[in-house]
């Protein structure tokens, strides 16, 4: 009698198929193919331990999702562990200083930021008085190009340390 030719070869498709699901992973470094890899593993094992082939799609699927909800977190916890926590980009520009380079006309105007780059700016809805050159601001929104500004608030939220 011979053997179902699906069996007989399954191993060469889990070979594939993990293969695939490591160079995914080398691309995305996720750890979803590499969980999902492993648990192709577990399929190849139980095919080479003579467990029909549908069992084996169970092993491997099973073995993924198990290790997807309780491997991948905290190994994505341990690779994020050492992160900068220093705010980047718009996120960073939130609360600094500005000092107004060209007087608001309209509620538009320009500002050289704590950072020295000079934005354009519109002033924060409920500021009635318009900034002169000069005048300390503080940014509140970026929409798109354009600094949202007001007068800084009583307590300093801006990243820059004032002198006591």
Known sequence: MQPDVLTSWAWVFWLA????????EVLSLSFVFLMLA??????????LLGVPWYFEFVVA???????????RP???????RGADPTRSNIPALIGTSATVVIAFDEGRGQVKLANGETWTARLADGVSA???E?????VDA???ATAVVSPPSAPSTSTEKSAP
């Open 130 to 132: 318009a900034p002169i």
């Open 142 to 144: 970026i929409d798109g």
């Open 38 to 47: 492993v648990g192709s593993l577990g399929g190849l094992i139980a095919g």
């Open 17 to 24: 198929l993990i293969l695939v699901f490591l160079v995914i």
């Open 74 to 80: 905290p190994l994505l916890r341990l690779t994020h």
């Open 134 to 138: 000069g005048d300390r601001l503080q």
């Open 61 to 71: 699927a099973v073995l993924s999702l198990l290790l997807l909800f309780f491997v």
